[in-house]
């Protein structure tokens, strides 16, 4: 089993759509999660980050955090085509080394149409 | 603000022959620096990883080797390069143990 699991998708949607992309994970000693959106031949943008159970938004970026359930989601709401890239789910558990290893799930494609 | 450059952004290279990326952080001092490699519908390897000037640490072992001479560089390098070195190869940095940010990646065909 894979320390974290990702919707693969691909994932299609109209513009306007709102979008749920989710990830589980097994190991309860991830502490730190984030969502990261890749372009075709580009590096992973860092999207969201989270420390704690809960809620987080930035603009139409909702993220998700449910450590008693070890999920999290990434909510995109009134979605564009400039949106559309594979949307990437990572996690680091972190303390006790002065490093964070992230671990990261397989990725989801998704694509808006206009 | 934060700014991280790789290069080149893309290279082919023949099996057998050396290899230097580069990539150089700035505005940050001490980052940790970090070489992930993404093969073509795969997720994202971690290779090495240095939490200061002269340490690096290896994930994988494999024939590409790092090194960090100074604060804000980090060099992947190899002297002979195989074909399932193709990739992309990313480095990022980080502050301490938190969120990793990105550089633009370089592509590597070996032929």
């Known amino acids: 089993q894979k320390e974290v699991e990702q919707d693969p998708g691909p994932l299609s949607v109209p513009e306007g759509a709102i979008v749920s992309l989710n990830c589980t994970y097994s190991n309860s000693a991830f502490q730190y999660f984030m969502w990261y959106r890749q372009y075709s031949r580009k590096g992973p943008e860092l999207l969201m980050y989270?420390?704690?159970?809960g809620n987080k938004e930035d603009g139409r970026f909702t993220a998700q955090v449910d450590k008693s359930s070890k999920y999290i989601s990434l909510f995109i709401r009134d979605s564009q085509p400039s949106d559309s890239a594979t949307y990437l789910c990572?996690?680091?558990?972190?303390?006790?080394?002065?490093?964070?290893?992230?671990?990261f799930g397989q990725g989801t494609i998704l694509t808006v149409h206009p | 603000s934060q700014t991280i450059h790789q290069w080149p952004a893309t290279l082919v290279q023949p099996v057998g022959s050396p290899l230097s990326l580069e990539c150089t952080v700035e505005?940050?001092?001490?980052?940790?620096l970090y070489w992930y490699r993404q093969a073509a519908g795969r997720g994202l390897q971690l290779l090495f990883y240095?939490?200061?000037?002269?340490?690096i640490s290896s994930e994988v072992p494999q024939n590409l080797s790092a090194s960090r001479p100074q604060d804000r560089q980090f060099i992947l390098s190899s002297k002979k390069l195989l074909l399932s070195d193709s990739g992309f190869y990313l480095c990022?940095?980080?502050?301490?143990?938190?969120?990793?940010?990105f550089g633009p990646g370089t592509r590597l065909t070996v032929t």
């Open positions: 240095s939490v200061g000037i002269g340490q």
């Open positions: 505005g940050t001092s001490n980052p940790n």
């Open positions: 990572a996690m680091i558990y972190a303390g006790g080394t002065s490093y964070g290893k992230l671990t």
């Open positions: 990022a940095w980080s502050e301490g143990e938190g969120e990793q940010y």
């Open positions: 989270t420390y704690s159970s």
